[in-house]
T-cell receptor, first 116, second 112 residues
């Protein structure tokens, strides 16, 4: 799982509650990503950030929010607007050096979110 | 948007046999990568092949890329029980950010 730490490992959300998933990296990577994975499925991009204080929506951003105040940190908030939040959430990071044409992503161990 | 389609969705073979997984994609790419995921864990990068490369090797892994057919294959030779995992292809697009688009994955089971 490299230098990316996700916490907590398991998280439970009550109805109407916002919850925040933590993602910290010590790889000095500029770019960070959040993915959602449903059982037996691939990864779907929620949000990504290529530089501090900037982020873009991915394919399924509705009901989620992020911030990127520090290079090392990219927390994801699952809001009450996300009606089906039960899933496995993965955070990743990569260099943003397009000249190298290498955008290998390094993943954390994931957070499993369930609804009570 | 899911660009990659992987085939088969599941594959079960005997230890020592070779395993081949295929990935097809829709738009032009900068590179294609393969990742591995053990159950309930994060993904681990295996190998990257650039759009101007046709074949690449890494240990027991062999990846091919056919940009005319927009397809790639991952071959694992002399499989081991520890190779049991899900394998995902991911495409790096030419335009836009450094993000990747992942396929749905192939679930590989190696039987002892």
């Amino acid at each position: 799982d490299g230098g990316i730490t996700q916490s907590p490992k398991y998280l439970f959300r009550k109805e109407g509650q916002n919850v925040t998933l933590s993602c910290e990296q010590n790889l000095n990577h500029d770019a960070m990503y959040w993915y959602r994975q449903d059982p037996g499925q691939g990864l779907r991009l929620i949000y990504y950030s290529q530089i501090v204080n900037d982020f873009q929506k991915g394919d399924i951003a509705e009901g989620y929010s992020v911030s990127r105040e520090k290079k090392e940190s990219f927390p994801l908030t699952v809001t009450s607007a996300q009606k089906n939040p039960t899933a496995f959430y993965l955070c990743a990071s990569s260099t943003a050096d397009r000249a190298l044409a290498k955008n290998i992503q390094y993943f954390g161990a994931g957070t499993r979110l369930s609804v009570l | 948007s899911q660009q990659g389609e992987e085939d088969p969705q599941a594959l079960s073979i005997q230890e020592g046999e070779n395993a081949t997984m295929n990935c097809s994609y829709k738009t032009s790419i900068n590179n294609l990568q393969w990742y591995r995921q053990n159950s309930g864990r994060g993904l681990v990068h295996l190998i990257l092949i650039r759009s101007n490369e046709r074949e690449k090797h890494s240990g027991r892994l062999r990846v091919t890329l056919d940009t005319s057919k927009k397809s790639s294959s991952l071959l694992i030779t002399a499989s081991r029980a520890a190779d049991t995992a899900s394998y995902f292809c991911a495409t790096g697009l030419i335009q836009g950010a450094q993000k990747l688009v992942f396929g749905q994955g192939t679930r590989l089971t190696i039987n002892p």
